[in-house]
């Protein structure tokens, strides 16, 4: 492709350099550029995408955590371009210039999300299609309606904690929980792990500067977890990674096991929350829900197209001069996928209170080879445990005014805090609806707990797990190792 004359604005080489003093941690630097962090994406990231939308059209050249510059893509079309043209816009991060450099160390906030590991998120080709087919087929062997049966389990179980109180917070007390209940238990691990696994992967998928250890922390959960399917396999995702024609080391069954936990957990806790929240706020959504007039996966669908639970997909990387959106693009500039923005670009959709139901043209999942691979898990999860809670508690309330709710904005999502609700308090069912067809346990040596106490197997998933501090114990590990 042709390279038109640089544009001074774009993303090189070099970092941006920092504020000087006095200079604010928001709104424009001193070089013209937006931060995707910080308090204006903090308070309305949407806000912020239309702002970029009227200075620089379907591609704008942003700051990330660090003050490293990247392009933040706002077309839905260029979005789907970049994802659907690995050979230009390659998820191998090898290729970002800052990475090559080395100013990306590990501790780095973005090097969770950026640092190159052997799984099929930053592979391309033939690579790609190993690894992909590997993780996809694995995810195969277990039918949905079979996942179906966990996610009802778990939903009534969690339903069962707060019906008889007649008031609950559905985003830490359900939406919180359920996914990475589920998840525990498709990977083979007692559903204790679930909590520990919650904290750190949102505090790696924020960016924050504790994102590193929180990497650890799951990378040392899961890498005990292989060893022990390497002995004792059974029927759950870490064997079937492992038993695979396609032959993964332990190392890539690892990373992929991360990347399908953090992937299929907060974009699920978010999806859900987000949609009792329209759920709870929106009369005439609701209405059409309960009615008949609208199935809950076309429901899902609405909700993805206006609440993605990603707002953004980090990252591609140039693989050489390209052209976008009329914008120079130089080799080993990041491009950023604006899944929400992109969601909302007039020029597909020029009226955005029209319907989407069941319009499944959105960015949520992103697109091309890199498509998320947990998107029919993510929808069983949501479907279905939302299904169970409306089912069980009809005449949910908001408990608050919708005013008051609120949100907590990170480089890639945008999450509900909280969802107080008030219902009629009932009995619990748990006994009826799973004492007398109890699903399958997963089947584990003893191992240890996040707290590093040893543990028979069986007994985490019994019984309410101590929440202290999961980095706690990882710090003085690493501390241990000095």
């Known amino acids: 492709m042709t390279t038109p004359t640089p544009d001074p604005s774009a993303p090189s080489g070099a970092s941006a350099a920092a504020p000087p003093p006095g200079c604010p941690a928001h709104g424009t ?23 970029l939308r009227a200075e620089h059209g379907a591609l704008a ?11 933040l893509v706002l077309g839905h079309r260029e979005n789907l371009e970049v994802a659907r043209t690995p050979s230009l816009f390659s998820r191998d991060s090898r290729h970002w210039h800052d990475m090559q450099q080395g ?11 950026t640092m190159w590991q052997p799984l099929c998120v930053f592979a391309d080709g033939t690579e790609h299609e190993r690894l992909r087919r590997a993780v996809t087929e694995s995810l195969a062997r277990f039918e949905a309606r079979g996942i179906r049966r966990y996610v009802t ?17 559905l985003v830490e007390q359900f939406a919180d929980q359920l996914p990475m209940r589920v998840i525990t238990q498709l990977f083979g691990m007692p559903e204790g792990y679930g909590p520990h696994l919650v904290d750190a992967a949102k505090d790696m998928i924020r960016g924050t500067e504790t994102a590193a250890v929180s990497n650890e922390y799951i990378t040392e959960t899961l890498e005990g977890l292989v060893r022990r399917k390497r002995v004792t396999p059974g029927h759950d995702v870490a064997s079937k990674l492992l038993e695979h024609p396609a032959g993964l080391t332990d190392d890539e069954v690892r990373e992929h096991l991360r990347v399908l936990l953090v992937s299929a957990n ?18 005439r959504f609701r209405a059409t829900l309960t009615g008949g007039h609208m199935t809950l996966p076309d429901a899902l669908e609405q909700v993805l197209w206006d609440e993605p639970p990603m707002t953004t997909n980090i990252g591609r990387w140039a693989t050489g001069d390209a052209e976008l959106a009329g914008k ?11 899944l929400a923005a992109g969601n909302t670009d007039p020029d597909i959709r020029p009226d955005t209170s029209a319907p989407m139901h069941g319009n499944r043209s959105h960015l949520a999942f992103s697109g091309g080879p890199h498509e998320c691979p947990g998107q029919d898990l993510g929808r069983a999860i949501v479907d279905t445990g939302i299904d169970a809670l409306l089912t069980r508690l009809p005449d949910l309330q908001l408990s608050v005014s919708e005013d008051e709710l609120r949100w907590d904005t990170a480089l890639m999502s945008r999450r ?22 109890p699903l399958p346990s997963a089947e584990l040596p003893p191992m240890r707990a996040p707290q590093g106490e040893p543990v028979a197997a069986g007994t985490l998933s019994a019984a309410a797990p101590v929440r202290t501090p999961w980095w706690s114990s990882l710090m003085r590990r690493l501390r241990g190792r000095r």
């Open 103 to 113: 100013k990306v160390p590990p501790e780095h906030p973005m090097a969770p999300l």
């Open 416 to 437: 509900l805090v909280a969802l107080p609700v008030t219902f009629t308090a009932r009995r619990p069912e748990s006994s009826r609806r799973t004492g007398s067809h």
């Open 29 to 51: 630097t001193p070089g013209g550029l937006r931060r995707l962090y910080g308090p204006e994406a903090d308070a309305d990231p949407m806000k912020l995408y239309e702002t």
């Open 328 to 338: 120079s693009i130089k080799a080993g500039d990041m491009l950023v996928l604006g």
């Open 61 to 71: 050249p942003v700051l990330l955590p660090g003050d490293l510059r990247a392009w």
């Open 153 to 169: 389990r778990f939903a009534h179980q969690l339903i069962d904690e707060f019906a008889p109180t007649g008031r609950a917070d």
């Open 266 to 283: 907060e974009p699920t806790v978010n999806l859900i929350a987000n949609t009792l929240r329209l759920v709870l706020t929106d009369q």
